[in-house]
């Protein structure tokens, strides 16, 4: 399961992915014991899931307008994609789910709305400009939205489903702007996102509404975010919360050096405080849109605060330089960030009581095309490396690893007989020199994917 980075006894999260320490030692003790099998007639079988959708049968499906390549050149990329809803009335959404179309370099995506003809003319301007599909747009959608966080996804975040009355407004003739971020690779990858919209079985009474502290919020200010090498650097954000709101969601956002977030609320005197989330240990490459099991109520006049630390030391072994260098804010992964994103809606008594839907223990994620995943970890330094990939019918696989020269290092599957469904192996490290490696998935049935790998320590 993918890593659970926030400290579940901070704050409670939905969908925590976490293990106790009764479950710990259970797995153990199995193990100790040679991982007997458990009683046939206990298996529940396979789960039955819709296809293409975590939640359900979404109303409406919408895509991209047509693929976009993403060049081998091991660059960041952020894409603007203008895709019209064609509601042709007001339509009121209660869930948004993103179906990332390219596991390798879809690193995250936004999606923004505006129902605004001049906004939505600027957009359709920049797309025709720009001789790829969509438009290049480095941190924000490059014209203001009226909703800036319509919908988001993340690696291991399942989708937000608002509960009854509370979702969005999509008007007539509105636009989505979905912003993909596609992360470095050593060669060309193709992305088709698509977009499932849900709609709201009760009226929408109350709007989601997304708050943004950035380091405008900094106590020194946008000019105070600055990391020098060689030292571990703490900043305070604070942002007054003018209105009650109830809190659906939060995101904390950093890059490479991210160390450790903390986010809570507290009063003006001090006296209360309530805990928002807390990540110890950030991971990059596990970010998340965490969303609390009942909304939490932030009364009026209350401060929100957060800590974001950073390593910029030679110690941080995902720090992008070497020897370390003074670090300022940017949209590459290799420059760094100070950004929280929260949703909510103007608070109404008993919103306390309101249970956010949790996502179902049984369902699995269905690929419409053959997949291949992210490599764990990486960077690697020493041992072995897991790769994962997702089969759409039995086929026979090659699996190989690639130097940037094209020159194959390692073969690591050759004409092995796969069935359909995802499949997870372990290959080792040992004796690579450090650097940055292709591995390539081929199948007999026409399937190319690659996805980059960092060594390290070698």
Wanted: proline share 10%.
């Amino acid at each position: 399961m993918p890593p659970w980075t926030p400290d579940h006894n901070y704050s409670s999260l939905r969908g925590e992915r976490f293990l106790t320490d009764d479950q710990k030692a259970l797995i153990s003790a199995w193990v100790e014991q040679g991982m007997p099998e458990g009683d046939p007639a206990n298996n529940p079988g396979l789960p039955d899931f819709p296809e293409g959708s975590q939640i359900g049968e979404p109303d409406l499906v919408l895509s991209m307008p047509e693929p976009f390549t993403h060049l081998g050149n091991m660059q960041d990329q952020y894409q603007v994609f203008v895709i019209p809803t064609g509601f042709t009335e007001p339509t009121e959404i209660a869930a948004v789910e993103i179906r990332p179309g390219n596991s390798a370099v879809d690193h995250h995506a936004l999606i923004g709305y505006t129902d605004n003809p001049s906004v939505i003319a600027q957009a359709q301007s920049m797309d025709a400009a720009d001789p790829n599909p969509g438009y290049e747009s480095f941190g924000d959608y490059g014209v203001d939205v009226e909703q800036f966080l319509f919908g988001g996804w993340v690696p291991g975040t399942p989708p937000l489903e608002f509960p009854p009355t509370i979702g969005h407004v999509a008007e007539p003739g509105s636009h989505l702007l979905l912003q993909m971020h596609y992360g470095p690779s050593a060669v060309e990858q193709v992305d088709q996102t698509e977009i499932n919209l849900f709609f709201a079985q009760e009226p929408i009474q109350r709007e989601v509404e997304t708050y943004i502290m950035n380091p405008a919020h900094l106590d020194g200010g946008w000019g105070s975010f600055i990391i020098p090498p060689n030292q571990v650097t703490t900043f305070h954000g604070s942002m007054p919360i003018g209105q009650d709101m109830s809190l659906i969601s939060i995101t904390p956002h950093c890059h490479l050096l991210g160390k450790a977030w903390e986010v809570f609320a507290r009063s003006p005197d001090a006296q209360d405080t309530i805990p928002l989330i807390s990540i110890p240990d950030w991971d990059f490459n596990w970010q998340g849109i965490f969303t609390y099991p009942q909304m939490v109520h932030l009364p009026a006049g209350y401060i929100l605060e957060a800590y974001s630390t950073y390593d910029n030391t030679a110690e941080n072994p995902f720090n992008p330089n070497d020897p370390p260098e003074t670090m300022f804010w940017g949209d590459f992964t290799t420059e760094e960030m100070f950004v929280l994103f929260l949703q909510g809606v103007p608070y109404e008594e008993g919103d306390e009581d309101i249970v956010l839907s949790a996502p179902d223990p049984n369902t699995m994620v269905v690929y419409q095309h053959d997949n291949l995943f992210p490599a764990w970890p990486n960077p690697v330094a020493r041992g072995e490396v897991k790769v994962g990939f997702h089969l759409r019918q039995a086929a026979e696989v090659n699996l190989s690893l690639f130097d940037l020269q094209g020159r194959e290092v390692r073969t690591w599957l050759a004409q092995s007989s796969m069935p359909a469904g995802r499949h997870l192996e372990s290959f080792s490290i040992e004796g690579l020199t450090s650097g940055t490696y292709v591995y390539q998935l081929r199948t007999s049935t026409g399937t190319v994917r690659s996805a980059q790998l960092q060594v390290l320590g070698q």
